[in-house]
């Protein structure tokens, strides 16, 4: 069959090209009531990933158009891709090695890395997600869309729309880090301020998005083939071999359903013969992935996500991987955050999580790659009340 919009309710097909970000096919209900979720079904095969030709390409996520559902000439692209992949620093090992009470977190002749998404021009992985669906909505002739965001998506959303001069509405909770909102200001999107939690911006912005396109990094399935390339670009570092693990910090999923896609891809093109496992990273305060229903306020703001759209996907996600999912606690999470900074990585709080969590993956051996999704200077203000 050829490339489609897929409704999840109801297996009815969309073009590509068709103006929709829910299923029409099902009647709309509310902000946290996933009915007509699409997904993209994706045709590939061995044509999909041509290394050599892919080896000589500029280094960016587009270096693998094959594979993603965007037509040559319409990408809205900053450079985004390619970010490095580097070896947690040993003394950041020895440090969050400790917040289990005994020390190490890695096997021997195992590895453990970090994939640097912090260092993409908006400062977050969410570039990659965005580039892809701003390159939609240039496909589709689209001038206004909205967009419900903690900060990261908000502000890299603000970037690419003015880059490819579309306006855009971002709604964003109230506590927001001024940093982010400086970003979304200052690259003239309207910043609409909702006081309340994350789930209160996602309720707010509903209304708007019945009436405009709604570039929700959740909710649009175009997202996650942008994020899909973190896996392609994980792969070819190692060689165009998978890693034994991904280690995610987890809100809607948007990074983790975006690897599952990715490998899974990379695994029916035959370029890998299995996909690693992922560990679903949350915050002991917010952690609904893992069954909790209580909720408070914590320092990993970019996955306090109470009510995620796509948790089931996620859920799926890790067990069909044989992953599983981990919480972290405040304490642990500033440990690590202050572990990290030290050793000169000035990652933002939620980043800090995944590197908890190692803590707790004693077990696992092999190549472990930490996801770093965004950069300490986004949250300035955060840190210097953590750690001064």
């Excluded at 992985?125 to 939609?136: L, N, P």
């Excluded at 006081?195 to 707010?204: I, K, L, V, Y």
């Excluded at 809100?251 to 695994?267: D, K, M, Q, V, Y």
């Excluded at 992953?323 to 709080?349: C, F, K």
Aim: hydrophobic residues 45%; proline residues 7%; contains cysteine.
């Amino acid at each position: 069959m050829p490339a489609a919009l897929v409704c999840r309710d109801t297996g009815t097909r969309y073009p590509l090209d068709t103006p929709i970000w829910r299923s029409p096919a099902v009647a709309p209900v509310d902000s946290v009531t996933p009915a007509g979720l699409l997904d993209i079904d994706w045709p590939v095969d061995a044509s999909t990933f041509p290394r050599e030709a892919i080896a000589k390409r500029p280094a960016t996520m587009w270096r693998y158009r094959e594979a993603l559902p965007i037509p040559a000439g319409v990408e809205v692209t900053l450079g985004e891709g390619m970010t490095p992949l580097l070896a947690v620093p040993e003394r950041v090992l020895e440090s969050v090695g400790a917040l289990g009470g005994s020390s190490g977190t890695i096997r021997p002749g195992s590895q453990m890395l970090l994939k640097l998404d912090s260092l993409h021009p908006s400062g977050s992985y969410k570039d990659r997600g965005v580039s892809v669906m701003v390159s939609q909505c240039r496909r589709l002739g689209l001038s206004h869309v909205v967009e419900d965001s903690s900060g990261n998506a908000g502000s890299s959303f603000a970037l690419y729309c003015a880059a490819a001069g579309i306006a855009c509405d971002i709604y964003v909770p109230e506590a927001t880090s001024p940093a982010k909102l400086t970003q979304v200001l200052t690259s003239g999107a309207r910043l609409v301020r909702v006081p309340g939690d994350r789930q209160a911006t996602s309720d707010a912005i509903w209304e708007a998005a019945q009436r405009h396109y709604y570039v929700s990094h959740a909710w649009n399935p175009f997202f996650f083939h942008g994020t899909k390339t973190f896996a392609f670009e994980v792969c070819e570092q190692l060689g165009w071999k998978a890693p034994e693990a991904v280690v995610v910090p987890t809100g809607n999923g948007t990074l983790l359903l975006g690897c599952w896609i990715g490998f899974e891809e990379l695994r029916r093109a035959g370029v890998i013969d299995r996909v690693p496992k992922l560990i679903a990273v949350q915050a002991a305060h917010c952690a609904p992935l893992a069954g909790a229903t209580a909720f408070s306020h914590t320092v990993a703001e970019g996955i306090a996500i109470p009510r995620p759209i796509r948790r089931e996907q996620c859920l799926a996600a890790v067990r069909d991987t044989g992953g599983r999912v981990v919480t972290v606690s405040e304490a642990d999470t500033v440990a690590a955050l202050r572990a990290a900074i030290r050793a000169g990585l000035y990652i933002e709080p939620t980043c800090a999580t995944a590197l908890a969590a190692t803590a707790q993956l004693r077990d696992l051996s092999g190549t472990i790659v930490l996801a770093i999704t965004g950069h300490g200077l986004k949250t300035n203000d955060t840190i210097a009340k953590l750690l001064a």
